[in-house]
């Protein structure tokens, strides 16, 4: 079992539309956790932080369920920029938190 | 820009041929990671830094592979003996400890070509 585990899609969704992404993890001593978005031939960017309790930021709602192991991003209201994928992010505990990236998930938002 | 760079951005060499890409982190930014991204997959974990201790190192890493940060600012990575398989997208990121996380910020990559 892969340590990081993303559906790669392509997911296609209309403008407007609500879409839920999930990241499954195996290691249950997991420490922190992001979201990142990498466009087409781009490195990846910071998107958000996943915190226990659930975070917003505008239109993206991050949660952690720690006993399933699992973090999800939820985008309400797609815009057509947000077409990219999404990558989850997982840092392992030992001290050095050495990040591991699932494969990402592909999202495309049509008019 | 205070952002991380890395140089060059494209690499195109023979099979058999050594090469060489730096990466400078954000000035503040303690922490220096090397990741490989192929077509279709997430960035793998090559090797971190912490100021100039090179700290973790990937199996994944062969013995043709080496990096440096000689002085806790920029790092290099160096692949020996280049082979087809090491085409790739080679990341750097850079981050800091804050309240417990370490938040990466990437470089725009360097696009290894190996013909």
């Known amino acids: 079992r892969k340590e990081v585990e993303q559906d790669p899609g392509p997911f296609n969704v209309p403008e407007g539309a609500t879409v839920a992404f999930n990241c499954t993890y195996s290691?249950?001593?997991?420490?922190?956790f992001f979201w990142y978005r990498q466009d087409c031939r781009k490195e990846p960017k910071l998107l958000m932080s996943?915190?226990?309790s659930g975070n917003e930021d505008g239109r993206f709602t991050a949660q952690l369920n720690r006993a399933s192991q699992y973090i999800s991003l939820l985008i309400r209201d797609s815009k057509l920029s947000d077409s990219a994928t999404y990558l989850c992010?997982?840092?392992?505990?030992?001290?050095?938190?050495?990040?591991?990236f699932g494969r990402g998930t592909s999202l495309i938002v049509h008019p | 820009d205070t952002g991380v760079s890395q140089d060059p951005r494209h690499k195109i060499t023979k099979r058999g041929q050594n090469v060489t890409f730096r990466c400078d982190p954000i000035?503040?930014?303690?922490?220096l990671y090397w990741y490989r991204q192929t077509l279709g997959q997430g960035p793998e974990f090559l090797t971190y830094f912490q100021n100039e201790a090179q700290l973790e190192k990937s199996r994944l890493l062969s013995d043709r592979f080496s990096a440096e940060r000689p002085k806790g600012s920029f790092s290099t990575l160096e692949i020996q003996r280049t082979e087809q398989g090491d085409s790739a997208m080679y990341l750097c990121?850079?981050?800091?400890?804050?309240?417990?996380?370490?938040?990466?910020?990437f470089g725009p990559g360097t696009r290894l070509t190996v013909t």
């Open positions: 990121a850079s981050s800091v400890l804050e309240g417990g996380t370490a938040k990466q910020y």
């Open positions: 000035s503040e930014h303690n922490r």
């Open positions: 992010v997982v840092n392992n505990p030992g001290g050095s938190y050495i990040p591991t």
């Open positions: 290691n249950s001593a997991s420490q922190s």
């Open positions: 996943v915190y226990s």
